[in-house]
């Protein structure tokens, strides 16, 4: 990362943010590994049927449809944001007790909860820590150590799952969610304006009066739609056709998240350079090459390679948005704005595992069509992402850097 070129006292202080924003965002990627690449393999193993596994899948859309809340009953403070990230964790230590169906979904949904009911508030918190012109690699940066986390969690726990059984693995890293959430109680933000109270409504009109992020947001209900219809399927490549044990189901989460790791970075400075818009268009076009390749992988030798294009697209789309966002609009509005799309985006996913499921779970089609089904409606949002107008192209002209310092006396 460039020289700040700040005072002291300013750098140290950035720097100290940075270094707890970034052990906040481990615990993520631990929680995220085992709740996203084990949970839904422990579940097929446990004999959750299509329809089951479209449940668990649409756990984290309908937290993002309640994160339209996020305004009323959503962290207001850093602090808060930490407690109800450690919350989140937490919940998945229930696990130990029972690892029934029902109580995998609810667990599943508690800890997607906590991560989109906070997300707008921790949007805010990067536009209040962190210059504009540095933006894109801080929060690339981050992104990055949180990638990391999750490849050496998925490595992990892969391993310990098939020995220790994949509920308790998952149980032991929700204690370190919860640890790592303490480092958001360090964390020293300017002083801003107070956040904005908005209701759901509020919330997608402010989504609405911005021309690029309404154009956005169609194109990733298309591009998002396909993947959020296909990834309940996923586990039924896995186990049922690939034969994969919870190891070689850890291994796939590591090369995602290796590919998250290494391409984050890259991804922020690109958005820095030429703005958002080429890491939606970029990312949703991996992305579409990764499910083609998963729908007729005959062998892992097929599903390695898309899993590590998937992992590079995640981290584009990912960074793209929360980037775009950012550009369009000002922090007062910011994290109305993100929980605005989380809402939309939300209502889209809560519906779309159940299609492609239901239609492989009906016999209607097999698993390989299914998954072409949904790569057809994944094509239509890249399609979009290359047709949006209007996004930042190129370096921000300015510096909107809320970090001031107290007139000398």
Known sequence: MEPIGWPRLVERAFWRNFGLDLTAAAGVGVTLALVGSILPSVARKAGLDPIGLAALAATPFLANLLSG???????????????????GAGVLAVLLLSAAPP???????????????SAPFQLRLW???????????????????????AAVAALVAGVLADRLG?????????????????AYAGLRVPPTAPPTRFSPRQAVRMLRERPVLQRIVIAQGFYGGGLIAAAPLYALVYIDRLGMTLTEVGIVGILAAGATTVSYYAWGAAADRFGPILLLRAGS???????????FTPSVLVLWPATILAGAASAAIDLGINTTIS?????????????????????????????????????????????????????????????VQGAREGRLTTDTTVVSLAPAR
């Open 103 to 117: 109580v995998l979904v609810l667990a599943a949904l508690g800890f997607w909860l906590s991560l989109s009911i």
């Open 69 to 87: 809340f996020a305004g009323r009953i959503g962290p207001q403070s850093h602090r808060q944001t930490g407690l109800v990230r450690a919350a």
């Open 285 to 295: 076009l991996l992305g579409l090459a990764s499910l083609v390749a998963v729908a």
């Open 327 to 387: 550009d369009e609009t000002d922090l007062r509005d910011r994290a109305g704005a993100l929980a605005g799309w989380n809402t939309v985006t939300g209502a889209r996913g809560l519906a779309a595992p159940f299609v492609a499921a239901g239609l492989v779970q009906l016999g209607v089609l097999d698993v390989t069509g299914a998954l072409i089904a949904c790569a057809g409606v994944a094509a239509v949002g890249v399609v979009l992402f290359a047709r």
């Open 127 to 149: 536009g209040a820590m962190y210059p504009s012109r540095l933006r894109g690699r801080v929060v690339g940066a981050v992104g990055t150590g949180r990638a990391a986390a």
């Open 166 to 182: 994949g509920t308790t693995v998952i149980a032991l890293g929700a204690l370190i969610g919860v640890a790592t959430a303490a």
